[in-house]
């Protein structure tokens, strides 16, 4: 079986460095962020079985983080590493979404404990969309990669990709343009022209070769938004 893999945000280096190395001994795969920044494009981007997260950080904080993964990734398991004081913040990161929460300063054994509680309760949960398939088409969500049965591949932008997950998750839902700018793009729509989510529709209805006339999976909902579609896959 091979080795789970967990992802560490947090800026305390001794701390992240503790705990990186406590992790790697007990035979688990290790990524590492130091900021809000970069945790926060490790934690939309990658694969991992659960995530370790700091909610004081640089750049987007650990809440800020954690909002914008469980709207894509309502089943990644999360364990956040919080202040003795910072009650609000730990009952908000739950009500998020986060599974549990470590009080600094803690030990190894109780970080470890924890962490094996959580993976062991995901375990049957179901997962997020990762792959799609249909009419001779696959995409890869995490890499992008689209790959067609004559042989033909596209690349799907980041954000590309995180649109079509976004959607992929709610089928038969109709998604409006704010909620697709506040949940993919993470930006207030008063802030940003609703046609953005237009023109990234259209690149990525014309980089899986979808008819907009006739689609086979991705809707305009006249009006109100957009649409993913199950079918036979």
Same mark, same amino acid.
């Given at each position: 079986m091979?080795?789970?893999?967990i992802? &560490? &945000?947090e800026? =305390?280096?001794a701390? $992240?460095?503790?705990?990186?190395?406590?992790?790697k001994?007990?035979?688990? #795969?290790?990524?590492?962020a130091?900021?809000?920044?970069?945790?926060? =494009?490790?934690?939309l $981007?990658?694969?991992?079985?659960?995530?370790?997260?700091d909610?004081?950080?640089p750049g987007?904080?650990?809440?800020?983080?954690l909002?914008?993964?469980?709207?894509?990734?309502?089943a990644?398991p999360?364990?956040i590493? !919080?202040a003795?004081?910072?009650?609000?913040d730990r009952v908000?990161?739950l009500?998020l979404g986060?599974d =549990?929460y &470590?009080?600094?300063? *803690?030990? +190894?054994?109780?970080?470890l404990? $924890? &962490?094996?509680?959580v993976?062991?309760r995901?375990?049957?949960r179901p997962?997020?969309?990762t792959?799609?398939a249909?009419?001779?088409v696959?995409v890869e969500?995490?890499?992008?990669?689209? !790959? *067609?049965?004559?042989? #033909?591949?596209? !690349?799907?932008?980041?954000?590309?990709?995180?649109l079509l997950r976004?959607?992929?998750? #709610?089928?038969?839902?109709i998604v409006?343009?704010?909620?697709l700018?506040l949940?993919?793009? $993470?930006v207030?729509p008063?802030?940003?022209?609703t046609? !953005?989510v237009? +023109?990234h529709?259209?690149r990525?209805r014309?980089?899986?070769?979808?008819d907009?006339?006739?689609?086979?999976r991705? *809707?305009?909902?006249r009006g109100k938004g957009?649409m993913?579609r199950?079918?036979?896959?």
């Amino acid at each position: 079986m091979a080795a789970r893999s967990i992802l &560490v &945000v947090e800026d =305390d280096a001794a701390i $992240r460095r503790g705990v990186v190395d406590a992790l790697k001994i007990h035979g688990y #795969r290790v990524m590492e962020a130091a900021d809000g920044r970069e945790g926060m =494009d490790l934690a939309l $981007r990658r694969d991992y079985d659960l995530l370790l997260l700091d909610l004081v950080l640089p750049g987007p904080g650990g809440l800020e983080i954690l909002e914008a993964l469980k709207a894509g990734r309502p089943a990644q398991p999360v364990i956040i590493l !919080t202040a003795m004081g910072d009650e609000a913040d730990r009952v908000k990161g739950l009500g998020l979404g986060a599974d =549990d929460y &470590v009080v600094k300063p *803690f030990s +190894v054994r109780e970080l470890l404990a $924890r &962490v094996e509680a959580v993976l062991r309760r995901s375990a049957d949960r179901p997962m997020e969309r990762t792959r799609l398939a249909w009419s001779g088409v696959e995409v890869e969500l995490d890499s992008g990669r689209v !790959t *067609f049965s004559d042989g #033909r591949e596209e !690349t799907l932008s980041g954000r590309e990709a995180e649109l079509l997950r976004y959607l992929a998750l #709610r089928p038969e839902q109709i998604v409006g343009r704010d909620e697709l700018l506040l949940r993919v793009w $993470r930006v207030s729509p008063n802030r940003v022209d609703t046609r !953005t989510v237009d +023109v990234h529709m259209a690149r990525l209805r014309a980089k899986l070769h979808e008819d907009p006339d006739a689609p086979q999976r991705l *809707f305009t909902v006249r009006g109100k938004g957009y649409m993913y579609r199950e079918g036979g896959e």
